[in-house]
Each structure stands twice: as structure tokens, then as C-alpha cells.
């Protein structure tokens, strides 16, 4: 499967942005989807996952009650709404696809190729 993610830019300080990843071929609904991020000098980390049929989510505490992950399988597309962004949300955030959910990337083995967002005053 092939991922691309879209939606990033530059933001202000508690305001929203919605990134989007669609995917190619027929069997997205058999990936579990997540979402890491990325910042200068820093590790990619987890930042919310969903599982094939969208009935389970699962959410970094850094981003919990802020951000939300969803899918529409018909649309081979995977969302993440992004509110009251913080500056330390600054990051290269990547969608991936995998046979099973869960937080942790060894579980993904399909990755876009990272969308851009910035939040900074």
C-alpha cells in the first residue's frame, strides 16, 4: 500500500489543522493506521493509532483530549484532527499502515512521506 499525507502548514498557537493520508489499493481496511511525528533532533514518536475497523483509537498523552483520529475506510483515508495546538507539536508527521494497532513503530510496515506542521506565534 501507498501513503500520502497531506494537510500540514503553519499554525498560531491554539488553532486547528485536520491532516489527511490516503492510501492506495483496495485493502486499506485491513491496516490498522497510525500517526508519529517527528521534530528536529528528536526521536519519531507515537501519536495516535486506529484500528482497521475504527472502533478502537489510541492516543499519545501528549496529545490526548487535543487530537483525533479517525478513518474512512470507503475513502481509503485516515484523518488526524489537530486543536489547540502548542508549539511543541512542531513536527514532521507521518501516516503508516500496518497488520496490527498499537503505539509502537515496529507494527507499521508502510510509511507516507510526512506532511510539515508548524505552530509558532
Known amino acids: 500500500v501507498q501513503l500520502q499525507a497531506f494537510g500540514g502548514g503553519l499554525e498560531q498557537p491554539g488553532g486547528s489543522l485536520t491532516l489527511s493520508c490516503a492510501a492506495s489499493?483496495?485493502?486499506?481496511?485491513?491496516?490498522?493506521m497510525g500517526w508519529f511525528r517527528q521534530a528536529p533532533g528528536k526521536e519519531r514518536e507515537f501519536v495516535a493509532a486506529?484500528?482497521?475497523?475504527?472502533?478502537?483509537?489510541s492516543y499519545a498523552d501528549s496529545v490526548l483530549g487535543r487530537f483525533t483520529i479517525s478513518r474512512d475506510n470507503a475513502k481509503n483515508t485516515v484523518y488526524l484532527q489537530m486543536n489547540s495546538l502548542k508549539l511543541e507539536d512542531t513536527a514532521v508527521y507521518y501516516c503508516?499502515?500496518?497488520?496490527?494497532?498499537?503505539?509502537?513503530?515496529?507494527?507499521?510496515?508502510?510509511w507516507g512521506q510526512g506532511t510539515q506542521v508548524t505552530v509558532s506565534s
Open positions: 503508516a499502515a500496518g497488520p496490527k494497532y498499537g503505539s509502537t513503530y515496529d507494527r507499521y510496515d508502510y
Open positions: 489499493g483496495r485493502t486499506f481496511s485491513s491496516y490498522a
Open positions: 486506529i484500528s482497521r475497523r475504527g472502533d478502537s483509537t
